[in-house]
């Protein structure tokens, strides 16, 4: 998958969080989540348009760490909504599925990238 593909489904899954948030129930707790999760849902998406632009590859990498952080986050609310039955577990699967696949694929590209700063420090120390 290349950058652009990725901002592409880590947009969709932003407009997923946010039509999900629309069908939590109207109570205090589930709106305190709501905020949350909509943050925590859609700045992926932001962040790694951000990272995209970044100056260097340690630019790239801490804002690929902000969008890591942020991914775990919205597992763990998404996790909350399922287990306090605010949306039917069932229905919450395939977001669930994709914020967990999104997360692995941020995490291998934070591991390759950091593999080619090794390698390139390692280089530079050679000469």
């Known amino acids: ?3 652009e593909e990725l901002k592409i489904r880590l ?4 407009l997923r969080i946010i039509k999900m948030v629309d069908c939590m129930p109207n109570r ?3 709106m305190a989540i709501a905020k949350q999760i909509v943050r925590s849902g859609t700045s992926p998406a932001a962040n790694y348009r951000a990272a995209c632009l970044g100056k260097s590859d340690k630019d790239f990498l801490n804002k690929l760490k902000m969008v890591e952080e942020e991914l775990d986050e919205t597992i763990h609310w998404l996790e909350i909504i399922a287990e306090s039955e605010m949306i039917p577990a069932n229905k ?17 590209s934070i591991v ?4 080619r700063l090794a ?9």
């Open 28 to 30: 205090i707790s589930s």
């Open 11 to 14: 947009k969709v899954f932003s």
């Open 1 to 3: 998958m290349n950058s």
């Open 119 to 127: 390698k390139e420090v390692e280089s530079s120390n050679r000469k």
């Open 112 to 115: 390759t990238t950091r593999n």
């Open 92 to 108: 919450l699967l395939g977001l669930q599925q994709e914020a967990h696949e999104l997360y692995k694929i941020i995490v291998s």
